[in-house]
């Protein structure tokens, strides 16, 4: 064979990486445009924390009940915003000023935080699985982009606080306000929202039937955070 016929094998693995990342964009895409409409079944951490138990010899336990996202107290979405990412409904998913801010923390020597938004929450929680490598990161600023592309601000609201880790086993805020104060999520006092939102970094740890000082404080700055969110449209 004459080296004018020979395939390049470089061209054949271009093609082949080509057909990989397009099968990629187009699989990923169609599925955040899925759960514009379709609520998340389960996520990654719902299934490793029940796998997590089966495994120290405990029964499997994952609760949920999925709120609409009207169904869902304007007090507890204000304590989210408020405790969680305070330019929420301006950012297109990413606070780099909230970054910065974390960056110089940490680097200081003070308690490691993270800038994530809740925009980037969401996509962890429903599209990757836990950790902090580079990789996961760069799929998260990727999901990131595409649920602020596809989905409202109000859609990866209510998709968060459904999903989000809440306790033992608990999913969602439906479960947490449940079983911690005997109603609802429909109505909730701002006292009572914000304190739920304050657990939220460690929520196996913390929970707000038993708060510590270090919630109380949490509450606290959340409550004065929900009053420069008294004109933000939800």
């Known amino acids: 064979m004459s080296k ?87 950012h297109n998913g990413f606070d780099f000023k909230a970054m910065e801010r974390a960056f110089e923390r940490n680097k200081s020597g003070k308690k490691l935080r993270g800038g994530s938004t809740i925009s980037q929450q969401t996509a962890k929680n429903v599209f990757l699985w836990g950790g902090r490598s580079y990789l996961r990161k760069g799929f998260e600023a990727y999901f990131t982009v595409l649920i602020e592309l596809l989905w409202s601000k109000q859609r990866i609201l209510e998709i968060y606080l459904n999903v989000i880790e809440t306790g033992d086993g608990m999913y969602g805020v439906q479960v947490a306000t449940q079983t911690y104060y005997g109603t609802g999520c429909q109505s909730l006092s701002k006292a009572k929202a914000a304190l739920l939102i304050a657990c939220l970094p460690n929520p196996r740890r913390w929970n707000p039937a038993q708060p510590t000082p270090y919630i109380y404080h949490r509450q606290y700055l959340i409550l004065r955070n929900m009053r420069n969110l008294s004109r933000v449209r939800l």
């Open 4 to 90: 004018k016929n020979k395939p390049n094998p470089f061209k054949l693995i271009a093609k082949v990486l080509m057909k990989i990342v397009l099968w990629f964009l187009a699989i990923t895409f169609a599925w955040v445009l899925l759960y514009k409409f379709i609520n998340p079944p389960v996520t990654y951490l719902m299934l490793q924390r029940g796998f997590e138990k089966q495994w120290e010899g405990k029964s499997w336990k994952l609760q949920k009940r999925w709120k609409n996202y009207d169904e869902i107290s304007n007090n507890l979405k204000k304590a989210t915003i408020a405790g969680e990412d305070a330019r929420f409904m301006v």
